[in-house]
Every structure is written in structure tokens, then in C-alpha cells.
């Protein structure tokens, strides 16, 4: 099981960052845009840089949905190897069943 204290921040971080994700892509979306003048693209990402470094989303962290391990995380389903293991081992988890050869 992982520490509260870091499942707690990246719930945090999750919800800034779907907080400000609108703001952020208009933002971002300004600032790319070859066609407008420099001044506006350096004042868009000026107010990008203003915005809280957890509301970026290369900041979060995929955990399980059931221990809160970072590692080994499966995204189809959305938990850790172990937890994975454990719940289809016991035929939890629907289409998966035990490899033999």
C-alpha cells in the first residue's frame, strides 16, 4: 500500500489540472499560433508560466486504483501488476484467465 500522504497529492494534482486545462490549452493554443504578433504569444506564455506547476499534466501519476502503487501500472485496467494478479486469480476480473503451456 502507498503512503496517503502521495495518493493525496496526485488526487490534488488531478484536480488542478482538470481545474485549469481549458484556460491552459487556449493558453497554449495562443501561444503557437505563428499568425498572431509576437507580443501576444510572449504575454500567453507569460500567463502559462503563472499558472500552478500542478495543473500541468506530465505531473501526474498513473497509480492503482487500488493500492496506490506508481509502478507497474496496467492502464487498460487501471491497476498495479500485483493488484491485477491477485483479482484475476481469483476470477475478478472478466476475459482473464490463467496462461498455461
Given at each position: 500500500?502507498?503512503?496517503?500522504?502521495?495518493?493525496?497529492?496526485?488526487k490534488?494534482?488531478?484536480?488542478?489540472?482538470?481545474?485549469f486545462a481549458a484556460k491552459r490549452a487556449r493558453l497554449k493554443?495562443?501561444?503557437e499560433d505563428r499568425s498572431l504578433p509576437e507580443e501576444d504569444?510572449?504575454?500567453a506564455r507569460l500567463q502559462l508560466a503563472e499558472l500552478p506547476r500542478?495543473?500541468?499534466?506530465?505531473r501526474l501519476r498513473n497509480r492503482c486504483e487500488i493500492t496506490g502503487r506508481?509502478?507497474?501500472?496496467?492502464?487498460?485496467?487501471?491497476?498495479?501488476?500485483i493488484a491485477l494478479r491477485d483479482l484475476a486469480a481469483t476470477g475478478q476480473v472478466p476475459g482473464v484467465v490463467?496462461?498455461?503451456w
Open positions: 500500500m502507498a503512503k496517503k500522504s502521495a495518493i493525496e497529492k496526485n490534488r494534482r488531478e484536480r488542478l489540472v482538470k481545474k493554443a495562443i501561444a504569444r510572449f504575454m500542478n495543473s500541468a499534466p506530465t506508481p509502478r507497474a501500472y496496467y492502464r487498460k485496467f487501471r491497476m498495479s501488476r490463467k496462461s498455461s
